[in-house]
């Protein structure tokens, strides 16, 4: 079924096309500036978990695209910590806002280390690489774990081609590599929200947990859940719990006891 990957994607760009679409001539606006420190400049987000920043997040798409020129310069001209890191952050989240939904790719075809077409999504796709040039560069910045929790939302290519166990490992594999590798981090709660809202609606198409399909293998699903479980059970106690409430339950319908 062209995937469900392809209905995500499709979802999301249509979301946000439809949140950045221009109708009528547009207002004039004050063109805006990119704030030339990272005082005050701080990661936020979203009711879904998404990652933005206050200061962009009001901005309409004409104003977006400025906005990202200027961040995207500063990024590429600046070796100074205080005014690239925050400018590669800022940069890296407008990009994951604005592709795939900008089909039309003008600023992907200029940076095409950036960027990979995807005939799925029916844009351009965004591959994190501002995220990767904070954290290579900056590697012991305030910021290297905001960068690492945004990298969590740029979208895989490929097709899991309707394999449920697929879908389940991927809803699980980045966010639990993050809170594997900091499990301390103020993300950490928002992280395990968002993996037990996505394998409850994973799951839920799911009947029967033990039996083998055609596009469902139970073995593989049994050793995503284990990692789940495992980098879990280092996570302080609050996340900790968060996660077993419902790890207690997949394991129940695996066949298996909880803790």
């Known amino acids: 079924m062209r995937v469900r990957i392809l209905a995500s994607v499709g979802h999301i760009a249509a979301t946000l096309a439809a949140a950045f679409a221009c109708t009528g001539e547009p207002a004039k606006q004050a063109p805006p500036s990119v704030e030339r420190s990272g005082a005050g400049i701080q990661l936020s987000v979203d009711t879904a978990g998404r990652p933005l920043f206050p200061a962009d997040a009001a901005l309409d798409s004409a104003a977006a695209v400025q906005r990202l020129a200027e961040l995207q310069a500063l990024a590429d001209s600046s070796r100074v910590e205080s005014l690239a890191a925050p400018a590669l952050l800022r940069a890296g989240v407008l990009k994951l806002r604005l592709y795939p939904a900008?089909?039309?790719?003008?600023?992907?075809?200029?940076?095409?280390?950036?960027?990979?077409?995807?005939?799925?999504?029916?844009?351009?796709?965004?591959?994190?690489?501002?995220?990767?040039?904070l954290l290579a560069r900056y590697a012991g910045s305030p910021l290297a774990d905001d960068a690492r929790y945004a990298k969590l939302f740029v979208l895989p290519g490929g097709e899991c081609e309707g394999r449920m166990d697929c879908y389940i490992g991927l809803a699980l594999g980045g966010p639990v590599d993050f809170l594997k590798s900091d499990p301390t981090s103020p993300f950490s709660t928002v992280v395990v929200q968002t993996i037990n809202r996505e394998l409850r609606r994973l799951l839920a198409e799911l009947p029967d947990l033990r039996e083998a399909t055609d596009m469902y293998d139970p073995v593989s699903v049994q050793a995503s859940v284990a990692r789940y479980d495992s980098v879990a059970r280092e996570l302080p106690p609050p996340v900790r719990d968060a996660a077993f409430a419902l790890l207690d339950s997949v394991w129940a319908r695996l066949g298996r006891g909880g803790r």
């Open 102 to 133: 900008d089909i039309d790719g003008s600023i992907a075809r200029r940076r095409p280390q950036d960027f990979v077409h995807s005939e799925i999504a029916g844009g351009w796709l965004y591959n994190g690489a501002d995220f990767d040039t």
